[in-house]
């Protein structure tokens, strides 16, 4: 299978080619430069690898949660290549990406992802390793107060940007269950595609015009008075 990966929702941008079985990546950092960044990037991966747009099989970007904007960005994208091929996308949530991210270079089994979501919130999912190595998500994800997350009766590591801003609250909260914590992981074109994979193995890609974002809080897009109306 030759696969396209895209995510641009954080400070993170990347892009990610899988080549049967074989993953190549571009990565960087951005305040705002994604939209500048990620066409440029895909274009080098495919030369690289010697394909053309028509040569893919299938697509894949990060969905959300995230920055308004750069969940556009990356849905935008995928949108207009696969319109332009009717290829199938594979829509990959943002925060299994980072828990993905995670378990391919750990050996813990069980990770608590918060992501920042601002406005005193973050985005918050609990996901295990399956038995074939993919993140699988434990309950549901959610956009919550870092004091009033649910977690299951198990041992884990803290992951994600939410650790960093919220931290105390997280590890009141989680009390002896967190193992250890880090704040530095980001969403990455490169777990978009290995889950993908996975997600179209399960025949859970779908057609262009269902390959839409997603967005866990109400209203993301207006201002902060706006929502507390």
Not at 24 to 38: A, P, R, V
Not at 69 to 92: D, H, K, N, S, Y
Request: glycine residues 8%; aromatic residues 8%; proline residues 4%.
């Amino acid at each position: 299978m030759k696969l396209l990966a895209v995510e641009t929702a954080t400070e993170a941008c990347s892009a990610a080619l899988l080549v049967n079985g074989e993953i190549t990546e571009q990565f960087t950092f951005t305040d705002n430069g994604h939209s500048k960044l990620i066409l440029p990037m895909i274009d080098s991966l495919l030369a690289d690898a010697g394909l053309q747009p028509s040569d893919l099989d299938g697509l894949a970007f990060g969905c959300g949660p995230g920055s308004f904007t750069g969940v556009r960005i990356a849905t935008g994208i995928i949108q207009g290549i696969a319109f332009a091929l009717a290829l199938p996308v594979m829509p990959v949530s943002n925060l299994a990406a980072v828990a993905q991210d995670f378990f391919d270079h750990n050996d813990e089994g069980l990770a608590f992802v918060a992501m920042d979501a601002r406005m005193n919130e973050i985005y918050w999912a609990v996901y295990q390793r399956n038995t074939e190595g993919y993140a699988e998500l434990l309950g549901k994800e959610t956009v919550i107060a870092a004091s009033t997350i649910e977690f299951p009766d198990r041992d884990g590591v803290g992951i994600g940007t939410g650790w960093n801003a919220y931290s105390h609250e997280l590890l009141t909260r989680l009390s002896h269950r967190i193992i250890r914590y880090e704040s530095d992981n980001l969403p990455r074109a490169m777990a978009v595609a290995r889950l993908a994979t996975e997600g179209f193995k399960l025949g859970l890609a779908v057609p262009v015009e269902h390959a839409m974002p997603i967005y866990l809080r109400d209203k993301v897009a207006k201002k902060e008075c706006e929502r507390t109306r």
